[in-house]
């Protein structure tokens, strides 16, 4: 692991983070999308951040040692714009699944196809009638059916895809989108936040599936803990916008001449415990994330899954209470354009949408009660 390299593009990240807040608000609409911080992503070699050294990568989040590094990238992007710390979330999402389970010859290729740009993502949530891969004479495959929430579309051209295979297990596939037929579906998406997301609905048609495309095993996408712990990627992007909160308040304030407000002061002095108590969260759990890496094991890995739990249940909660302060803060005027607030607001809240927000944290419950250990030991 090169030290230097991987604080470099933890700097990069806060850079660009910096300079994406116009755009993000330029681009606050469905037909939109931030191309010129995704150019600037890209440019910053954060789009092959993920892959492995000896494909051109830097490792990040493959070994112990980086993970906080991980987080912090996700995080300063998303201050800067939660559209596009969504889409790089799910691209890092895609290369850390192929690291996991892909063959030699899979990792190659799609690392070679990150270096050329391509932006990759998961696509796992879909309609009613699913997505379903029927095997045809020669050993390949057609993939048939619709995802929902396909965050990047139009611009994703390689995500993982999962499908039921005739016998009902899942299958990831990545799917070359550039190469099949594929329909997409704008008016599917019309949200109260997270607009250039792009989260359309796509529509597969017989789109051909070769065997280089097959993604690992049936239902390795759910294996634990990783299916879990991908829930700390996203927070760390949430938590970046709660920053951002604290930030321009703090602004927004000064430039009313507010400063001497004692009910304004103890609203800010509140917003800066909730942000500070999530990078602490961002530490602890990537220091739980090196620990698991380094001592694997079934005991361990449940652990670490109620740790991520309660990280996840703990960003929402602060991002919840940073937003309402904020509004208490900056009343009706802020929340008016050119300001930020009512943007990162409204995408903030759609994106602590996230599922079994109630499930996660009783398992947390549901462990401590079941465990003979201290509730320190999580």
């Known amino acids: 692991m090169n030290k230097s390299k991987v604080a470099k593009l933890v700097m990069s990240a806060k850079i660009i983070g910096k300079s994406s807040l116009s755009e993000a608000a330029e681009t606050d609409s469905v037909s939109s999308f931030a191309e010129q911080t995704l150019v600037k992503i890209k440019d910053n070699e954060l789009l092959t951040a993920c892959l492995p050294v000896k494909?051109?990568?830097?490792?990040?989040?493959?070994?112990?040692?980086?993970?906080?590094?991980?987080?912090?990238?996700?995080?300063?992007?998303?201050?800067?714009n939660l559209v596009i710390g969504?889409?790089?979330?799910?691209?890092?999402?895609?290369q850390l699944l192929i690291?996991?389970?892909?063959?030699?010859?899979?990792?190659?290729?799609?690392?070679?196809?990150a270096f050329k740009g391509k932006l990759f993502g998961v696509w796992n949530t879909q309609s009613e009638l699913g997505t379903f891969l029927s095997k045809k004479k020669n050993g390949s495959y057609h993939l048939n059916g619709s995802k929902t929430f396909a965050t990047g579309s139009d611009?994703?051209?390689?995500?993982?895809?999962?499908?039921?295979k005739k016998d009902g297990s899942w299958q990831m596939c990545v799917v070359p989108l550039d190469k099949v037929n594929v329909i997409s579906d704008p008016s599917w998406w019309n949200p109260m936040g997270m607009k250039a997301s792009r989260s359309f609905?796509?529509?597969?048609?017989?789109?051909h599936i070769t065997k280089i495309n097959l993604?690992?095993?049936?239902?390795?996408?759910?294996?634990?803990?990783?299916?879990?712990?991908?829930?700390?990627?996203?927070?760390?992007?949430?938590?970046?916008a709660a920053e951002q909160l604290l930030d321009e308040t703090r602004k927004y304030l000064k430039a009313l001449k507010r400063v001497e407000d004692p009910f304004q002061n103890m609203r800010l002095g509140q917003m800066a415990i909730e942000v500070e108590s999530g990078n602490l969260w961002l530490n602890g759990v990537a220091t739980k994330m090196d620990h698991y890496m380094q001592k694997p094991s079934v005991k361990e890995g449940e652990y670490f899954i109620i740790y991520c739990n309660m990280m996840r249940t703990a960003i929402e909660q602060i991002c919840t209470?940073?937003?309402?302060?904020?509004?208490?803060?900056?009343g009706a005027r802020g929340l008016n354009k050119p300001h930020h607030?009512?943007?990162?607001?409204?995408?903030?809240?759609?994106?602590?949408?996230q599922p079994a927000p109630d499930a996660v944290l009783a398992d947390v419950g549901k462990f401590l009660l079941k465990s003979h250990n201290s509730s320190s030991k999580i």
């Open 215 to 240: 993604l690992g095993s049936a239902g390795d996408y759910y294996l634990q803990p990783s299916f879990s712990s991908g829930s700390v990627r996203f927070a760390a992007v949430q938590l970046g």
């Open 99 to 113: 690291s996991q389970f892909g063959t030699e010859k899979q990792k190659k290729l799609f690392a070679a196809e």
């Open 86 to 94: 969504r889409v790089l979330e799910g691209h890092f999402n895609a």
């Open 321 to 330: 209470e940073v937003m309402n302060l904020c509004q208490k803060c900056v």
């Open 155 to 164: 611009y994703v051209t390689r995500p993982i895809v999962t499908a039921a």
């Open 341 to 353: 607030f009512g943007r990162i607001i409204r995408d903030l809240s759609t994106y602590l949408r």
């Open 55 to 80: 494909y051109g990568g830097h490792n990040i989040g493959l070994l112990p040692g980086t993970n906080l590094a991980l987080l912090e990238i996700l995080k300063y992007i998303g201050k800067g």
């Open 201 to 207: 609905k796509m529509t597969f048609v017989k789109a």
